[in-house]
Nanobody, 124 residues
Framework: QLQLVESGGGLVQPGGSLRLSCAAS????????IGWFRQAPGKEREGVSC??????YFADSVKGRFTISRDNAKNTVYLQMNSLKPEDTGVYYC???????????????????WGQGTQVTVSS
């Protein structure tokens, strides 16, 4: 059974860094598009970043601050978040689906398998 588990969230001061992990089981990550999404209180879920067969994608709001990578040996995708801002606060989810083209738009509705989420709070 396909399962995704996020970890690495927490409380960090503005300007700080966090690294989120998305560990997969029941399938092999390198055949899937893996997206990171976030949802702030009272707001819709939005795409943050995505990685597929050979490319990475980022929302404009995080370009230059976040990077996404995968470790196929560990079947894990990472989201490195630097220069964090209070507006980065939210629950962060990873999601997976088979089509590599999904990363071009990385819309939440297009991804079928989701983790439970990890809370990121950026506050002084």
């Amino acid at each position: 059974q396909l399962q995704l588990v996020e970890s690495g969230g927490g409380l960090v001061q503005p300007g700080g860094s966090l690294r989120l992990s998305c560990a997969a089981s029941g399938f092999t990550l390198d055949y899937y598009s893996i997206g990171w999404f976030r949802q702030a209180p009272g707001k819709e879920r939005e795409g943050v970043s995505c990685i597929n067969d050979g490319s990475t994608y980022f929302a404009d709001s995080v370009k230059g601050r976040f990077t996404i990578s995968r470790d196929n040996a560990k079947n894990t995708v990472y989201l490195q978040m630097n220069s964090l801002k209070p507006e980065d606060t939210g629950v962060y989810y990873c999601a997976a689906d088979r089509l590599f083209s999904l990363c071009e738009l990385f819309r939440p509705a297009d991804f079928g398998s989701w983790g439970q989420g990890t809370q990121v709070t950026v506050s002084s």
